[in-house]
């Protein structure tokens, strides 16, 4: 598979903060008690896994949490939007790279966006929301600059 150019990779960044962004505002007003639990128990699973070595296990508790505001927003076509855009190459190894520091700063968003859902905060969920990706852009940007550089 071809690997994206570097600015496929800051275009799909970019899109992805918007659609993701706007699922989070939706889910806002939609999102069920039981949803939020579900949050919740990924927000706690999250944390348990901070300092795992397996990326993996993170990268798929990652996709619960945001998979849970798809699922809640109650627009179809957001969530195979977002998953189009998550599977690009390079995405998960940009999540393999993610220092201890990066990692408590995406649970960090991720309980704020909790929070900005269980109080109804449209503005909040989808401002948090966008920071979140573009927060994991830039380090995904970050790392792919810093391996052109090594070759």
Sequence with gaps: MRQPSFEELVAAYELRAVVEGFAARLAATRTTPE????????????DSLLDSEDAS???????????????NCGNLLIAPVAKQLVEM????????????????????????ILDALERRDEDAAQRIMEQHINDAGEAALRLVRSRAEAL
Excluded: I, K, W
Aim: hydrophobic share 40%.
């Design 89 to 112: 190459p390079l995405v998960y190894s940009a999540y393999a790279a993610y220092t201890p520091d990066r990692r408590r700063l995406s649970h960090r968003q991720h309980q704020m």
């Design 57 to 71: 296990l993170l990268f798929r508790e990652n996709d619960v949490f945001h998979g849970l505001v798809h699922a």
């Design 35 to 46: 949803a939020l639990t579900a949050m919740r128990e990924s927000c706690a699973q999250f």
